[in-house]
């Protein structure tokens, strides 16, 4: 008996249905949860005071847009990488220079300092994610002690160490994610589940977080298990790509920063979003996104030069920062909390209290 022939086209178009209807389904179940707003929640927190930040660093010495930064545990120490293919290692409190290693390539997207501090990983548009071991002798060639560590098909995106020197994560224009082995640079787990170019991760705060979070060009924030390498749950709310992505201290929500000029905030429980941060007059991408130490205020910066602050809780803007000359590329808090370092295309970072 002949099976019945079904044309190819005819499946997909009814898996295509299929997975719509799916979705609608699980749109309705969240709905269900949405009960109350945060910021109506929020209205009996007292409102933030006035605060001042100022530029207390600049650093200079980048020949070019820099692209991404990192502190290092001892709250001092910063690592950050430029177009120019520079890598630099930082003193913030003297703005002194530690260290630099030229990559062989230009566009170095990503870069990381390890737990111990004893090591920096980076890469960009060699595909690669390399890691310099740093030592206290200024005068060593770091470049003859490089160890390349990870492989992709496209640009490497964004890479972070998990909590020791022996592991790091991996994000790249090929759509995947990818947890490696920094001794043997063999491939632990991979992930996939994007679309389209994966542009930022974020772990898990927890000592025992075995979850990250990535987001990428097809406007969706995925998390992860990093045991399983399955995707444990996505948020598709963004009008565009998602550009930069980090968890709550708690590490019970995260927040993102896309092109479609808003951050906003997810519960990780109610498996929602909870807020949006945005204003009629901010028309620019956020391309980064951090949180204070407390979780109470959202530092965003922005391709109009700027950086917005943001109180979480009651979705306000609570100050606006300018001294960039060009769009804000990067951002991250210190370790402590007392301070805040941004990173832009007009070749310089700026330390913030």
């Given at each position: 008996?002949?099976?019945?022939?079904?044309?190819?086209?005819?499946?997909?178009?009814?898996?295509?249905?299929?997975?719509?209807?799916?979705?609608?389904?699980?749109?309705?179940?969240?709905?269900?949860?949405?009960?109350?707003?945060?910021?109506?929640?929020?209205?009996?927190?007292?409102p933030l005071g006035q605060f001042v930040m100022k530029t207390r660093r600049t650093l200079k010495g980048h020949g070019n847009?820099?692209?991404?930064?990192?502190?290092?545990?001892?709250?001092?120490?910063?690592?950050?990488?430029?177009?120019?293919?520079?890598?630099?290692?930082?003193?913030?409190?003297?703005?002194?220079?530690?260290?630099?290693?030229?990559?062989?390539?230009?566009?170095?997207?990503?870069?990381?300092?390890?737990?111990?501090?004893?090591?920096?990983?980076?890469?960009?548009?060699?595909?690669?994610?390399?890691?310099?071991?740093?030592?206290?002798?200024?005068?060593?060639?770091?470049?003859?002690?490089?160890?390349?560590?990870?492989?992709?098909?496209?640009?490497?995106?964004?890479?972070?160490?998990?909590?020791?020197?022996?592991?790091?994560?991996?994000?790249?224009?090929?759509?995947?994610?990818?947890?490696?082995?920094?001794?043997?640079?063999?491939?632990?787990?991979?992930?996939?589940?994007?679309?389209?170019?994966?542009?930022?991760?974020?772990?898990?705060?927890?000592?025992?977080?075995?979850?990250?979070?990535?987001?990428?060009?097809?406007?969706?924030?995925?998390?992860?298990?990093?045991?399983?390498?399955?995707?444990?749950?996505?948020?598709?709310?963004?009008?565009?790509?998602?550009?930069?992505?980090?968890?709550?201290?708690?590490?019970?929500?995260?927040?993102?920063?896309?092109?479609?000029?808003?951050?906003?905030?997810?519960?990780?429980?109610?498996?929602?979003e909870v807020a949006i941060y945005s204003k009629e007059s901010i028309i620019f991408g956020a391309s980064s996104v951090d949180?204070?130490?407390?979780?109470?205020?959202?530092?965003?910066?922005?391709?109009?030069?700027?950086?917005?602050?943001?109180?979480?809780?009651?979705?306000?803007?609570?100050?606006?920062?300018?001294?960039?000359?060009?769009?804000?590329?990067?951002?991250?808090?210190?370790?402590?909390?007392?301070?805040?370092?941004?990173?832009?295309?007009?070749?310089?970072?700026?330390?913030?209290?």
């Amino acid at each position: 008996m002949a099976a019945q022939e079904v044309q190819p086209s005819e499946t997909i178009a009814k898996l295509k249905s299929e997975s719509e209807a799916l979705k609608t389904k699980l749109e309705e179940e969240r709905a269900k949860l949405h009960d109350v707003e945060l910021h109506q929640v929020a209205e009996k927190v007292d409102p933030l005071g006035q605060f001042v930040m100022k530029t207390r660093r600049t650093l200079k010495g980048h020949g070019n847009k820099v692209l991404c930064m990192d502190w290092c545990k001892d709250k001092r120490r910063i690592v950050s990488s430029s177009q120019d293919g520079k890598v630099i290692v930082w003193d913030a409190f003297t703005t002194n220079k530690e260290h630099a290693v030229t990559m062989p390539c230009t566009w170095v997207m990503a870069c990381a300092y390890a737990p111990s501090g004893c090591a920096v990983a980076c890469g960009g548009l060699d595909n690669k994610c390399s890691v310099y071991p740093l030592s206290l002798d200024k005068n060593e060639n770091l470049a003859a002690k490089k160890k390349s560590v990870a492989m992709h098909t496209n640009y490497l995106s964004a890479c972070s160490f998990t909590n020791s020197d022996m592991q790091i994560l991996t994000s790249s224009g090929d759509g995947t994610c990818a947890l490696w082995d920094v001794e043997s640079g063999q491939l632990l787990q991979s992930f996939h589940g994007h679309a389209a170019d994966v542009l930022c991760l974020d772990l898990a705060p927890s000592e025992t977080g075995n979850t990250f979070v990535s987001g990428g060009c097809d406007k969706k924030a995925n998390v992860w298990d990093m045991r399983s390498g399955q995707c444990i749950q996505s948020f598709e709310t963004h009008e565009s790509d998602i550009n930069s992505v980090r968890y709550y201290p708690s590490g019970d929500a995260f927040a993102s920063g896309s092109d479609d000029a808003t951050c906003r905030l997810y519960d990780l429980r109610a498996d929602r979003e909870v807020a949006i941060y945005s204003k009629e007059s901010i028309i620019f991408g956020a391309s980064s996104v951090d949180f204070s130490l407390s979780g109470r205020l959202l530092f965003g910066g922005y391709n109009d030069y700027t950086i917005n602050v943001w109180d979480v809780l009651k979705g306000t803007r609570v100050s606006i920062l300018f001294g960039h000359e060009n769009r804000v590329s990067t951002l991250r808090v210190s370790p402590d909390g007392t301070a805040f370092c941004s990173g832009s295309w007009d070749h310089t970072l700026r330390v913030w209290a």
